[in-house]
C-alpha cells in the first residue's frame, strides 16, 4: 500500500492536476477570506469554512478522476492488478494520495484563523470543529470520486459524473422539503425502499427465495407498525433524506459540538465506498 500510495502522490505532483487542484482550492478561498473576513473586519471564521464547502463540488472531482480511470484508458490497471499488493491495498493508497493531498491544501488555509487569531478574536472550539467537520467531510467526498474514478473509464466523465453526484448530496437536504410529511406518503416510501433492498437482493443472489422472504418480513414489519405506532412514518421520507445529509451533520461542527454518532458515520460512509470500490474492481478482475 505505501508503494501506491507513494506513486499515486508523485503522479499529483508530476502532472499538473495536482496543481490546479492546489491552486483552484486556494485561489478560491483566499478570495472568499478577503471579502468575507478581512474587508467586513468579521472574525467568525466557522462562517468561512462553511462558506466554502461549495468549492468541493469542483475541487474533489479533479483531485479524484484519474486515480482509477486514468489507469484504464492506459490500459496499465491490468499490470497494477497482477502486482503482490492487493485491491484494497490499492484502493487504500489511492485514497490515502488524495486524502492527503486535500489535507496540504487545507492546512494551508489554517494561516487564515492565526491571522484573525493575531488580529482579531478567534473562536477556537468552533474553529477546530468546523476543521475536524470538514476533514470528515472532505473524505467522504473523495471516497465517492474514488468509487466513481473505479466505475468509469475516462477520467472527464469520472469528473463530470462525481460533480453531479456530489451535487446530489449537497441538495439532499432542500430536495427533502417537497416531499410530503403524511404517514400514507411515509408508508408507501418505506414499502418502495423495501422493494429495492428487496431487487437488490435479488441481482445480487439470484435466487427467488431471499428477496421473496425479505419481501413477506417487510410487509409483515410495515403493517405491524402501521397499526401500532403509526407516527413512525410521519414524515418518513424527510427523516430518511435527512439520516443521509453529509452536510446537515457537519453543521454540528461548525458550533464546536463533536458527535460520536457523526464521526462513526462518516468513517461509516467511507467505508462503505472504498469497500464497493474494490468489490468493483475485483469482479472486473475476474471478469
Given at each position: 500500500m505505501i508503494a501506491i500510495l507513494k506513486r499515486e502522490l508523485r503522479s499529483y505532483f508530476l502532472t499538473p492536476?495536482?496543481?490546479?487542484?492546489?491552486?483552484?482550492?486556494?485561489?478560491?478561498?483566499?478570495?472568499?477570506?478577503?471579502?468575507?473576513?478581512?474587508?467586513?473586519?468579521?472574525?467568525?471564521?466557522?462562517?468561512?469554512?462553511?462558506?466554502?464547502?461549495?468549492?468541493?463540488?469542483?475541487?474533489?472531482?479533479?483531485?479524484?478522476?484519474?486515480?482509477?480511470?486514468?489507469?484504464?484508458?492506459?490500459?496499465?490497471?491490468?499490470?497494477?492488478?497482477t502486482s503482490p499488493v492487493s485491491v484494497a491495498e490499492i484502493v487504500a493508497g489511492k485514497f490515502l494520495a488524495a486524502f492527503i493531498l486535500f489535507l496540504l491544501t487545507l492546512g494551508v488555509t489554517v494561516l487564515y484563523a492565526l491571522v484573525i487569531a493575531v488580529f482579531g478574536e478567534l473562536a477556537v472550539a468552533e474553529t477546530i470543529g468546523g476543521y475536524i467537520g470538514f476533514i470528515f467531510l472532505g473524505a467522504s467526498y473523495i471516497s465517492v470520486g474514488v468509487f466513481i474514478s473505479a466505475a468509469t473509464e475516462n477520467q472527464i466523465t469520472a469528473g463530470m459524473i462525481c460533480f453531479f453526484s456530489l451535487l446530489m448530496i449537497w441538495l439532499l437536504d432542500s430536495v427533502s422539503q417537497i416531499f410530503p410529511t403524511d404517514i400514507k406518503s411515509g408508508l408507501i416510501a418505506a414499502g418502495t425502499l423495501g422493494g429495492i433492498c428487496c431487487f437488490f437482493l435479488y441481482l445480487n443472489t439470484k435466487n427467488l427465495f431471499i428477496p421473496l422472504v425479505g419481501t413477506i418480513v417487510c410487509a409483515g414489519v410495515l403493517?405491524?407498525?402501521?397499526?401500532f405506532n403509526q407516527n413512525i412514518f410521519n414524515g418518513f421520507i424527510r427523516k430518511f433524506f435527512s439520516w443521509f445529509s453529509l452536510n446537515q451533520r457537519y453543521q454540528d461542527f461548525t458550533i464546536g459540538i463533536l458527535k460520536v454518532e457523526?464521526?462513526?458515520?462518516?468513517?461509516?460512509?467511507?467505508?462503505?465506498?472504498?469497500?464497493?470500490?474494490?468489490?468493483?474492481?475485483?469482479?472486473?478482475?475476474?471478469?
Amino acid at each position: 500500500m505505501i508503494a501506491i500510495l507513494k506513486r499515486e502522490l508523485r503522479s499529483y505532483f508530476l502532472t499538473p492536476m495536482g496543481y490546479i487542484y492546489m491552486g483552484f482550492f486556494l485561489l478560491i478561498t483566499g478570495i472568499y477570506f478577503v471579502f468575507g473576513n478581512l474587508l467586513p473586519m468579521d472574525s467568525r471564521f466557522s462562517g468561512f469554512l462553511g462558506s466554502i464547502l461549495l468549492i468541493y463540488l469542483f475541487a474533489i472531482p479533479m483531485l479524484t478522476m484519474r486515480l482509477f480511470s486514468e489507469e484504464r484508458r492506459q490500459k496499465t490497471d491490468q499490470l497494477l492488478l497482477t502486482s503482490p499488493v492487493s485491491v484494497a491495498e490499492i484502493v487504500a493508497g489511492k485514497f490515502l494520495a488524495a486524502f492527503i493531498l486535500f489535507l496540504l491544501t487545507l492546512g494551508v488555509t489554517v494561516l487564515y484563523a492565526l491571522v484573525i487569531a493575531v488580529f482579531g478574536e478567534l473562536a477556537v472550539a468552533e474553529t477546530i470543529g468546523g476543521y475536524i467537520g470538514f476533514i470528515f467531510l472532505g473524505a467522504s467526498y473523495i471516497s465517492v470520486g474514488v468509487f466513481i474514478s473505479a466505475a468509469t473509464e475516462n477520467q472527464i466523465t469520472a469528473g463530470m459524473i462525481c460533480f453531479f453526484s456530489l451535487l446530489m448530496i449537497w441538495l439532499l437536504d432542500s430536495v427533502s422539503q417537497i416531499f410530503p410529511t403524511d404517514i400514507k406518503s411515509g408508508l408507501i416510501a418505506a414499502g418502495t425502499l423495501g422493494g429495492i433492498c428487496c431487487f437488490f437482493l435479488y441481482l445480487n443472489t439470484k435466487n427467488l427465495f431471499i428477496p421473496l422472504v425479505g419481501t413477506i418480513v417487510c410487509a409483515g414489519v410495515l403493517t405491524v407498525l402501521y397499526f401500532f405506532n403509526q407516527n413512525i412514518f410521519n414524515g418518513f421520507i424527510r427523516k430518511f433524506f435527512s439520516w443521509f445529509s453529509l452536510n446537515q451533520r457537519y453543521q454540528d461542527f461548525t458550533i464546536g459540538i463533536l458527535k460520536v454518532e457523526s464521526l462513526f458515520y462518516y468513517f461509516s460512509f467511507c467505508g462503505l465506498f472504498l469497500f464497493l470500490t474494490a468489490q468493483l474492481i475485483e469482479k472486473r478482475r475476474w471478469n
